[in-house]
């Protein structure tokens, strides 16, 4: 039913509000419409604040709830003079120890990299793992489910909960916050994108496909089934809500996630992409010889382009005033 078949931007419109409030209710995402908190609702406090190759690297707890404190690791780089874009970063099935680089993982300590680029960037410990891991994910999801609600739903509020906080700091752009994320927090990555509209840029690795693939694989961890989602749409549908935002997807040949199925998907997202006038926005690239890999300079480079003016604009105009005075 939410295939969008329409060939006008207004039928895109209304095709994307209606199925927006759809898919919040699937994810079981929390009450709409959404309410931001602010400084005192957040309650942020730093933990510890370490120097990290001409970094600042932040141990910070806030309120993603009235109930629940969660722990994220945020990246700043030291002396910055002005607002900075910043990308959040997801762990997926893996903690915050992994993408800070505390630890070796596939997550190629993905948050630290983006940051030595000049990002600001904060990494949001996933429920079940890491420091909230008194119960494993997949509880979790088992006891979310019983009220409406899912492990990915949830992790979709602690994301839109971060971007409440990073626009709380100076050091942020508001205007220019991406998101990223491999395996499962490829997925946060996609599902925050297609629902908040404060996420500009977007990079998917490693995960799209169709859920009903996915599903039918034995190494495939269930928390992925989103109930319900099948009778209203399959996962290009979802990532079609991204657009007209720039979104990289990447599957790496070598990975054993990935399967044909991900060029089906993509397509129907691209088709928003074309309708919108805006197809080189949305990229799939199926690198040969990347695994289950988090891709550094990959994501930088997709970042870079879509968050950072171009230094040759920049310089343009500098040398324009100059002239001019």
């Known amino acids: 039913p939410y295939r969008f078949r329409g060939t006008t931007e207004a039928e895109w419109e209304a095709w994307r509000a209606e199925f927006r409030q759809c898919l919040w209710d699937l994810l079981g995402v929390g009450d709409r419409p959404w309410q931001s908190f602010g400084p005192e609702e957040l309650e942020a406090e730093v933990e510890e604040r370490t120097r990290v190759d001409g970094l600042w690297r932040e141990l910070i707890e806030w309120n993603s709830d009235r109930e629940l404190r969660v722990p994220v690791y945020l990246f700043r780089p030291a002396g910055a003079q002005e607002p900075r874009p910043a990308i959040l970063v997801f762990p997926g099935h893996s903690t915050i120890a992994h993408t800070a680089g505390l630890e070796k993982s596939y997550q190629q300590a993905n948050a630290l990299e983006l940051a030595r680029a000049g990002f600001v960037t904060l990494t949001v410990e996933p429920r079940g793992f890491g420091r909230l891991a008194a119960l494993d994910h997949l509880q979790i999801d088992a ?120 060029r089906e ?61």
């Open 143 to 262: 006891a979310a489910r019983l009220v409406g609600r899912t492990w990915y739903g949830m992790l979709v509020q602690d994301a839109m909960r971060a971007i409440d906080y990073l626009l709380t700091r100076p050091e942020v752009d508001p205007a220019r916050v991406g998101v990223t994320g491999i395996g499962a927090g490829g997925a946060l990555a996609m599902y925050t994108a297609a629902l908040d509209d404060r996420v500009r840029v977007a990079l998917v690795n490693s995960y799209l496909g169709k859920y009903v693939v996915t599903s039918l694989d034995e190494d495939h961890c269930p928390c992925n089934d989103i109930p319900g989602m099948l009778r209203y749409a399959e996962m290009g549908d979802v990532a079609a809500l991204i657009a007209p935002r720039p979104v990289m997807f990447i599957n790496g040949r070598r990975d054993p996630s990935t399967n044909p199925s991900a």
């Open 265 to 325: 998907s993509f397509a129907i997202a691209h088709h928003a992409y074309r309708l919108l006038g805006v197809p080189r926005r949305a990229r799939f690239i199926e690198p040969q010889d990347l695994g289950h890999s988090f891709d550094n300079q990959l994501a930088i480079g997709w970042f870079r382009r879509w968050l950072v003016p171009e230094r040759s604009d920049r310089d343009t105009r500098h040398a324009t005033r100059n002239t001019q005075a």
